[in-house]
């Protein structure tokens, strides 16, 4: 898209990422509390509270076999963008790409490096 904006020749685009996708999965919570109250022959009181819980992922029939199910794929977070294009020594061009390429991918603006291609 960006070799499409006027001024801007061959580009190519390298996005850092901080780690990879990942997926949430759907899960049986199971909360169990254990309240439990003593008194000795003295008058003596102690009380003792117990909590468990227990989660269990949930799993879907796929064809022969149980796969878990999927609520959520988390994209991972960009760090920063480079982009060299040609056109990319002329600074309304660097503004128009770094706000281009800043609102597409959802990241700050100097997170984004616009430099010259040779």
């Not at 879907?60 to 794929?73: F, I, N």
């Not at 128009?96 to 291609?117: G, I, Q």
Request: charged residues 25%; proline residues 3%.
């Amino acid at each position: 898209m960006l070799e499409q904006m006027s001024g801007v020749g061959s580009v190519k685009v390298l996005v850092n990422v901080a780690s990879t996708e990942s997926k949430v999965y759907e899960k049986n919570s199971t909360v169990q509390n254990q309240i439990t109250t003593e008194t000795d022959k003295n008058g003596g009181e102690r009380k003792i509270d117990n909590i468990s819980k227990d989660d269990k992922v949930v799993t879907v029939q796929d064809g022969e076999k149980q796969v878990p199910l999927v609520t959520e794929t988390k994209k991972p977070k960009i760090t920063g963008v480079l982009v060299v294009c040609q056109g990319g020594n002329d600074i309304a061009i660097q503004r128009a790409v770094k706000e281009a390429v800043s609102n597409a991918l959802d990241v700050p603006s100097y997170r984004v490096s616009v430099m010259s291609k040779k």
